[in-house]
Each structure stands twice: as structure tokens, then as C-alpha cells.
Nanobody, 120 residues
């Protein structure tokens, strides 16, 4: 069974930094593109950024300077490093991953999300 699990959320002070993790586990061939999506209170989900298997990143332009995505392919884990956090960054952060479960079977798996709350 394939799982994608986020971790690293919590309370962080205004202006602080936080690193989130997203780990894919289970029986599969490979995880390719992985993405971060967030949902702020009362808002729809919004794309944060993504990273390919080769490490190419893409970001929502508004946050590119404060957020950085990386990954460790040996651990099938993606990271989101966030700096200079403000109240507008309070959200549930989700990740998803395109996973080749077996030959010819690609599925996008979602995690359950991790809450980030920024306080002043």
C-alpha cells in the first residue's frame, strides 16, 4: 500500500522559519513529480510549488523568494523550507506525488496535510 505523509507542521512565530517534509512509502517503482499545495482558512486549495524527479523546481511566483522545495530521492522525501512566515501562511499544507505503482500504473497520491499556524 502506498502512502504519502506530511510532517513538520506546528506553531511558528511571525517572521520565523519552518521545514515541512513529505514522505512516500510502500511498494512502488518510483515517485516522480511531487507538489506542495496549501489551504488557508476559508479559502480554496492553492498550489505552492513542485519538484521533478530530476530536481527541477517550479513555484507560485508570489512565494518563490520565501519558499524552497527540495527532495531526497533515496528517501522518497520532499521538503518545503519556508522563511519569513506571516499570518497569511497559516494553512494546512498538503503534498501529492505522482507514483509509478507498477508498470503502466501511474497514480497521484495525496497526504492528509499538516497544519502550520503563524502567530505574532
Amino acid at each position: 500500500q502506498v502512502q504519502v505523509v506530511e510532517s513538520g507542521g506546528g506553531l511558528v512565530q511571525f517572521g520565523g522559519s519552518l521545514r515541512l517534509s513529505c514522505a512516500a512509502s510502500g511498494r512502488f517503482i518510483r515517485a516522480t513529480t511531487m507538489r506542495w499545495v496549501r489551504q488557508r482558512p476559508g479559502k480554496q486549495r492553492e498550489w505552492v510549488g513542485s519538484i521533478t524527479l530530476e530536481g527541477e523546481t517550479d513555484y507560485e511566483p508570489d512565494w518563490k523568494g520565501r519558499f524552497a522545495i527540495s527532495r531526497d530521492n533515496t528517501q522518497n522525501t520532499m521538503y518545503l523550507q519556508m522563511h519569513n512566515l506571516g499570518p497569511e501562511d497559516t494553512a494546512v499544507y498538503y503534498c501529492n506525488a505522482d507514483i509509478l505503482v507498477r508498470a503502466g500504473n501511474w497514480t497521484t497520491f495525496w497526504g492528509q496535510g499538516t497544519q502550520v499556524t503563524v502567530f505574532s
